[in-house]
């Protein structure tokens, strides 16, 4: 099993920025692909970031590419995501997700899922 306990949620007007946190146990973190999905009410699942397990590789979805940006911190078994240039459309509950078996995933298809955090940007 793997816990992922999220922080960093807000209220933030577009134009601003966010760093949101994700601290994993269960496993050890190193061996974990990591990733953010994000999920607004009435919508599936969105991919937004994701990283490999050294941190060697990262992905982005399409709508944040050039304002997000996934990182990890092995050795505190934190994983992060800077958001900048945020905009009312990345409003939405924002889940770290982790993976056993994978090198890198850029889809939903994680095997754990944190609780989210509310990210809400007011225009």
């Known amino acids: 099993q793997v816990q992922l306990v999220e922080s960093g949620g807000g209220l933030v007007q577009a134009g601003g920025s966010l760093r949101l946190s994700c601290v994993a146990s269960?496993?050890?973190?190193?061996?974990?692909?990591m990733g953010w999905l994000r999920q607004v009410p009435g919508k599936e699942r969105e991919f937004v970031a994701a990283i490999s397990r050294s941190g060697s590789t990262t992905r982005y979805g399409d709508s944040v590419k050039g304002r997000f940006t996934i990182s990890r911190d092995n050795a505190k078994n934190t994983l992060y995501l800077q958001m900048n240039a945020l905009k009312p459309e990345d409003t939405g509950v924002y889940y770290c997700a982790a993976d056993l078996d994978a090198v890198l995933i850029t889809t939903t298809k994680y095997d754990y899922w944190g609780q989210g955090t509310q990210v809400t940007v007011s225009s």
């Open positions: 269960g496993r050890t973190f190193s061996r974990l692909a």
